[in-house]
């Protein structure tokens, strides 16, 4: 049974914005670091934003360069789901992203222990 999934991945425009979720069937998100993370065809996967666990740090969060002030990593604890609002989206964004729990807030996807299946992201005109 997957433990992660991630939902809200379509077709926008360039400029655009997008809200992916990561929710978690079996257990509390709140209790690990979440990453996201993106990988587009022929290309390796990348870490573009992880928040860290309510219970450690309280939500620290870190951005690859490339998503900085565009993107936002956040939590709703009342929904056990973690987002990743994307604004001002670009065609070079355009990739599969996955969620994924680990125990610190990294951007190395190895550092990363369970992962969702992932959602289409695509930014075109």
């Known amino acids: 049974q997957l433990q992660l999934v991630e939902s809200g991945g379509g077709l926008v425009q360039p400029g655009g914005s997008l809200r992916l979720s990561c929710t978690a069937s079996?257990?509390?998100?709140?209790?690990?670091?979440i990453g996201w993370f993106r990988q587009a065809p022929g290309k390796e996967r990348e870490g573009v934003s992880c928040?860290?666990?309510?219970?450690?740090?309280?939500?620290?969060?870190n951005y690859a360069d490339s998503v900085k002030g565009r993107f936002t990593i956040s939590r709703d604890k009342a929904k056990n789901t973690v987002y990743l609002q994307m604004n001002s989206l670009k065609p070079e964004d355009t990739a599969v992203y996955y969620c994924?729990?680990?125990?610190?807030?990294?951007?190395?996807?190895?550092?990363?222990?369970?992962w969702g299946q992932g959602t289409q992201v695509t930014v075109s005109s």
């Open positions: 994924a729990v680990s125990f610190s807030c990294t951007l190395l996807p190895s550092e990363y222990n369970y």
């Open positions: 079996k257990f509390t998100l709140d209790y690990y670091a």
């Open positions: 928040i860290s666990s309510i219970s450690s740090s309280g939500g620290i969060t």
